[in-house]
């Protein structure tokens, strides 16, 4: 008889279950709650952490890259199949999310502004912006949430140093 076989869980495996169990558990409690149109800005940039940490991990169980595709009023994610992008349908956590009507999205790759369309909706070719590899490397981006007639604002951004932080910012003058 050869030990070898023997079945069970890596600590890997443990490991990034409890990550997805945690991530998926903070979604429901983001989905379960209501409030002012600041704490749904607050909200939907907690909303995009917790998937964008889910979208990591899920690129290294799959050993695939996933990528993001932004637009002023929502996102979507994308897996790549046969040398190219399409729209993330079998997993209804990454489904395509629209952001609430007070709030608009800007994009910033490597400290650059990025122009964005108003809406990916009817889109046939999907063109990403963020890609999540299977070995965690993601380049620099800073997504800011904007909520109409505010001076403040949301952003989550990664970076060399910090990795992936949400900050709020306020642009009021005291």
């Known amino acids: 008889m050869d030990n070898k076989s023997a ?4 600590l890997l495996e443990l490991l990034i279950v409890i990550v997805i169990i945690g991530i998926m558990g903070s979604l429901v409690t983001l989905s379960m709650r209501s409030g002012t149109q600041r704490d749904q800005q607050r909200q939907e940039a907690e909303r995009i952490v917790a998937l964008f940490n889910l979208a990591t991990q899920e690129a290294m169980v799959r050993g695939m ?3 993001l595709e932004c637009n002023r009023h929502g996102y979507r994610f994308l897996n790549l199949a046969d040398g190219e992008w399409r729209t993330e349908t079998e997993d209804a956590i990454f489904r395509e999310r629209t952001l609430p009507a007070q709030l ?3 994009l910033m790759l490597d ?6 369309i108003e809406t990916t909706a009817g889109t046939s070719k999907p063109d990403p912006q963020i890609v999540f590899t299977p070995d965690g490397d993601m380049g620099l981006f800073q ?3 904007n909520l109409q007639d505010s001076e403040e604002t949301f952003t989550v951004s990664n970076t060399a140093k910090d990795g992936l932080i949400m900050t709020a910012h306020s ?3 005291p």
Not at 111 to 116: E, G, N, R, S
């Open 7 to 10: 079945k069970g869980f890596t």
């Open 111 to 116: 400290k650059q502004p990025l122009a964005l």
């Open 143 to 145: 997504i800011t949430l």
């Open 171 to 173: 642009t009021a003058q």
């Open 65 to 67: 890259p996933m990528a």
């Open 104 to 106: 608009a999205l800007s």
